[in-house]
């Protein structure tokens, strides 16, 4: 019995399935059942039936290596039905979501679908509410604009892009209004399109006098589009269509309705693409029109052809009294037939813009001839030439017989001492020329020398411009000296000579003394230090009757001790003589 009770342990029968235990474990168990079968060596046939029977137990478990494969079975399958349904339900999705691509002719006959827009450009996948936001912004932006244009007479809305449908929108502010006599639409990416939305407009509307749609691409349709509709409108007397991508073909339009608009006095037509053809078409407009009286030409592509042209045109023409014909490439020729021109027209031309035409001397001849037979022209700019001195002793013994030329702009022609000396002996007898501009000419120290020796107690020049003109200090001691006598220059600019501080100890000198004439003088770019601006400060305080109101010293090399210096001049000035001086650092 005891030993029957001792060996009952491995009778006890165990599940047919193990627990997740490790291989280490699964071992240890085995070899326990090998020790309890084997620890009685005399317990008779009982005890040895017994032990085999644990040992065939024992035996006829299943296989440890069948025991991990059951385990990742169990792992394995549920990952493989989640994996299975995910990847259905992703092909459902992308079959619901993702339409099918089509042919490229379907593609083509058919429409776009609705619905949301998208791209891959940064910012644009927004929300639709941030979409409807901006186009309430933009929707009331355009009301603002409307109602200025109800309520003021001159309203200015350049560089707002709001395009052809804004225009369609603000135009009907214009119809009936009784209000607004001057608008500027320029650089707002009107396009032809947009200009059909004046069609009725205009034609109703007899207050609004100034019209600006400059730098909108409206090229030649836009211009006929719009001349078709000008034709009709009596009120419009300004019409500015500048670096609109305007051609001959857009030029011709213009001037068919030149041949029937009775109301537009000026009309600009700068920096576009009209050549020869274009010109031509002008001119015959301007046989038939007589109330233009200001083209604006500059910047285009007449040549000498289309300078021709114009000329014939002008004979016939009694009212055009300003020209600008600036940047036309005319050259020497074409000057030539402009000039020979004039004298015969039936009107009186005021004001001629012939710079940057590629003259030389040979053609300022022609400029002096007709300069001296003039008896209207009050206002004529030769400025980036190369007509050099020789040129410019042909147009100051013109003006020497000329007494209506008051503005003459002589910069930029390769003017040098001898040119500079012809214009001094002008200015001895002539008392008419009140602006002169020799800016860009390297007269140097001699050539200010021969001008300021005249100046200092002949002439009548107002406004003098000798910028660029490498004057330096030494030159500038003769325009000091000259600023002391002088009772008649109020306005002087003598940028980037190379003053330095000598200069402007120079300029200084003369400040001190009072001048009742000088208001504005300008010493940009031209070196000057501290110590010139302290001797600057110094004649601003010592003159109590200082006349001058505007004092440019920018670009030079100022520390925070000169611009101190001057601003404390400024101050002192305002608190003795309560007159405002306006300091540009």
């Not at 936001?133 to 109602?147: D, G, I, M, P, T």
């Not at 001037?255 to 693409?273: P, Q, Y």
């Not at 001049?569 to 003589?577: C, F, R, S």
Request: hydrophobic residues 40%; glycine residues 8%; proline residues 2%.
């Amino acid at each position: 019995m005891s030993c029957s009770t001792s060996y009952s342990l491995p009778r006890v029968f165990f599940p047919t399935t193990i627990p997740n235990t490790s291989r280490r474990r699964s071992y240890g168990s085995k070899s326990l059942f090998v020790k309890a079968a084997s620890s009685s060596g005399n317990g008779g046939s009982r005890r040895s039936a017994s032990s085999r029977r644990v040992y065939k137990q024992s035996q006829s478990q299943s296989p440890l290596s069948a025991v991990p494969a059951k385990e990742i079975a169990a792992f394995i399958v549920p990952a493989g039905a989640f994996v299975a349904i995910t990847f259905v339900l992703w092909k459902l999705v992308e079959k619901l979501l993702i339409p099918k691509p089509s042919s490229s002719s379907s593609v083509e006959n058919k429409p776009s679908t609705q619905g949301m827009k998208w791209s891959f450009a940064p910012g644009t996948n927004l929300l639709s509410g941030f979409s409807a936001k901006v186009e309430r912004a933009s929707r009331q932006r355009l009301n603002e604009f409307a109602k200025e244009l109800r309520s003021f007479r001159s309203v200015d809305i350049s560089g707002c892009n709001f395009g052809d449908e804004g225009l369609i929108f603000l135009a009907e502010s214009l119809a009936y209004n009784q209000t607004v006599e001057e608008v500027n639409f320029a650089a707002n990416g009107i396009t032809a399109a947009g200009l059909k939305a004046f069609d009725g407009i205009l034609q109703s509307n007899i207050v609004l006098k100034t019209l600006n749609l400059s730098g909108n691409l409206i090229g030649d349709e836009g211009a006929k589009c719009l001349c078709g509709i000008m034709v009709d409108n009596a009120g419009i007397e300004k019409l500015q269509l500048n670096s609109i991508d305007l051609g001959d073909e857009g030029a011709k339009a213009i001037a068919e309705m030149l041949k029937k608009n009775s109301s537009l006095r000026i009309l600009e037509l700068n920096n576009n693409m009209i050549e020869y053809s274009g010109f031509a078409s002008l001119a015959g407009a301007l046989l038939e029109n007589n109330t233009i009286q200001t083209l604006h030409l500059n910047g285009n592509y007449g040549g000498a052809l289309g300078a021709a042209a114009l000329a014939k045109g002008l004979e016939g023409n009694k009212s055009l009294r300003i020209l600008f014909l600036h940047g036309n490439s005319m050259g020497d020729e074409g000057v030539r037939v402009l000039m020979s021109g004039f004298p015969s027209r039936k009107g009186r031309l005021q004001h001629l813009d012939i710079g940057n035409n590629a003259i030389s001397s040979k053609g300022a001849f022609h400029v002096a001839e007709y300069i001296k037979k003039t008896k209207s022209l009050l206002w004529l700019n030769l400025s980036m030439n190369d007509i050099g001195d020789e040129g410019v002793e042909k147009i100051a013994e013109a003006l020497k017989q000329n007494r209506t030329i008051t503005n003459i702009d002589l910069g930029g022609n390769n003017i040098h001492v001898k040119g500079a000396n012809a214009i001094a002996e002008v200015l001895k007898d002539n008392c008419v020329i009140t602006n002169l501009e020799l800016g860009y000419n390297p007269i140097g120290p001699d050539g200010a020398k021969a001008l300021f020796e005249v100046l200092k107690f002949h002439g009548n020049i107002k406004t003098l411009s000798i910028c660029w003109c490498e004057i330096g200090a030494k030159g500038t001691e003769f325009i000091a000296d000259a600023l002391k006598y002088n009772s008649t220059i109020s306005t002087l600019d003598l940028r980037a000579n190379g003053l330095r501080d000598d200069g402007a100890v120079c300029l200084a000198r003369s400040l001190k003394v009072v001048n009742e004439a000088l208001t504005s003088l300008d010493l940009g770019f031209n070196e000057i230090r501290d110590a010139g601006a302290f001797a600057i400060a110094q004649a601003l305080k010592a003159n109590e009757d200082v006349k001058i109101t505007t004092l440019n010293l920018a670009s030079n090399f100022l520390t925070k001790l000169g611009q101190s210096a001057l601003t404390d001049a400024k101050d002192h000035v305002y608190e003795m003589t309560e007159k405002e001086v306006t300091l540009v650092f």
